[in-house]
């Protein structure tokens, strides 16, 4: 994605500090970092590096301690966000339609009309016929799949997710984000995707923000520069991702051994 | 080289092979299953019965003090004696009339107020130590005090249910609220969702299995107690049927009180299973 697409969420010197009894955490410190619209931004570091901090409070789930995020809202008649969350989230109690059901109604949308719209994403996501099923009865791969439609089906203007496939195992990763890249091609939201891992956020992000840890700081911005639509093998096999990944991958190798 | 056999390894080496094939719960699944099943059935009912044979075995051969432990076939004779006078229909509906609504009462009000509480942190934090230190006093203790307040009738008998059963939903209901994982309720902000709405479809489901417990629990309690309550303060109930027996000197009355509360309590206790099965689909 060009940079000259205009902004759509500033973080501008965002800290964020845990207090508890016996000390403080910094988990956030003076984050400066642009989301542009139709971006597709991986926010990528080692585990405790806040990157799961920074998508909640972009999400409004948590107040920064210093600092502001501001978001540009077009459509007052969509949602302006979305998240889908690592594991876990997908209500037990309520079967998979009408999870996804649950943040139509919410944002106003009749019954009848969020029961096609649940229909339809999970159609997207392959998982017809299991519109009646609970949670539990369907494995792990499939719940996360009811998590990400019920994030989709609200059509928000950005979507927030936080590490999404983490829980998964390799093979079922891959088909994943697959289906991830399908779907952010035909539909172009603004993406925020926080992982892990190194080939992921190649292969689906437009630009990599690499986090250092304590204090969570953005340590580098990596523009990628594989052309859309992207098909998962060739990206793989190209000598451009390897060079990519190992750059990257020096880069947080410095951030997780102090010198 | 071709691959060792058995034969041959059998023939060059002394050491001995363990096999590892289907059994016959493998062979035969389903009627494995079906057996299984059917055994377990059978010894539920087989050990009761068994039980009560012997009982009326060793009675009948005088080996018991037929004062203390009448034989069961004299038992079942009253059982059928009380149930010509109406005694016992009588009994039953009094004792099951002021368990259903002691139960009703208490158990709504401590669901109603444990979702509040559990959900509004100040509330808990005001409230708490309070209602535990409450939960804690034997319910029997204060029916001298409800008998002063309500009377003899029947209020007082209901209330005592009714606060019985109330503190032990309030604390289950409380504790659920408060421990619903902060994810779902993440997922409730994250969609915007109104206090209303986080209320009936994340807060509620969430904590009804463990209120369901804590509901099943205070329906035995309700039968502990009123049985307690009709020993003293009443003139009409099982409780009353069993203390009056004693007091009468008829032993076989007695035993058919003791076991229509037990039966009252499994009748109940089923009922909320019933209950729970119906409400929590997703456990199925």
Known sequence: MPPTQPVKIAVRKLGKVFSSGAGSVRALDEIVLDVHDGEFLCLLGPSGCGKTTLLRVMAGLERPSSGTIDMRHDDPSRSLSAVVFQDYSVFPWKTIRENVIFPLLQTGVRRARAKEIADHWLAQLDLSGFENAYPDTVSGGMKQRVAIARALAVEPETLLMDEPLAALDAQLRLLLQEKLLDLWQANQNTVVFVTHSIDEALLLGDRIAVMSARPGRIATVIDVPFDRPRHPDEIRASPDFAALRDEIWHRLRRELQPA | ?284
């Open chain 2, 1 to 284: 080289m071709s691959p060792v056999t058995r034969d041959q390894e059998a023939v060059e080496s002394t050491g001995t092979w363990r096999t590892i094939a289907p059994g016959p719960a493998e062979l035969d699944p389903r009627g494995y299953a079906r057996r299984r099943t059917l055994m377990e059935r059978g010894l539920a009912i087989l050990v009761p019965v068994a039980l009560i044979s012997l009982w009326q075995l060793l009675a009948g051969a005088g080996v018991l003090e037929s004062n203390y432990f009448p034989p069961p076939s004299d038992i079942a004779a009253s059982w059928a004696d009380l149930l010509a006078s109406g005694v016992y229909q009588e009994s039953v509906l009094a004792s099951l009339s002021r368990i259903v609504s002691g139960y009703l009462l208490g158990t709504s009000c401590a669901v109603a107020l444990g979702m509040v509480i559990g959900s509004v942190r100040l509330l808990r934090v005001a409230l708490e130590p309070t209602i535990s230190a409450l939960y804690t006093v034997p319910k029997l203790a204060i029916l001298p005090l409800l008998l002063l307040i309500f009377g003899l009738g029947e209020t007082s008998k209901i209330l005592l249910v009714a606060l019985t059963c109330f503190f032990v939903v309030l604390i289950n209901t409380i504790d659920a609220v408060s421990s619903v994982s902060p994810r779902y309720h993440d997922v409730g902000r994250s969609c915007g969702a109104s206090r209303w709405s986080t209320l009936v479809h994340i807060t509620l489901p969430a904590a009804l299995p463990q209120t369901l417990t804590g509901m099943r629990i205070a329906s035995g309690l309700a039968v502990i107690v009123i049985v307690g309550a009709e020993f003293v303060a009443a003139d009409a109930g099982l409780g009353f049927l069993v203390w009056n027996s004693w007091n009468l000197g008829v032993p076989e009355h007695m035993y058919v009180g003791i076991v229509s509360i037990s039966l009252i309590g499994v009748i109940v206790g089923l009922v909320l299973r019933g209950v729970e099965w119906l409400l929590t689909p997703w456990n199925r």
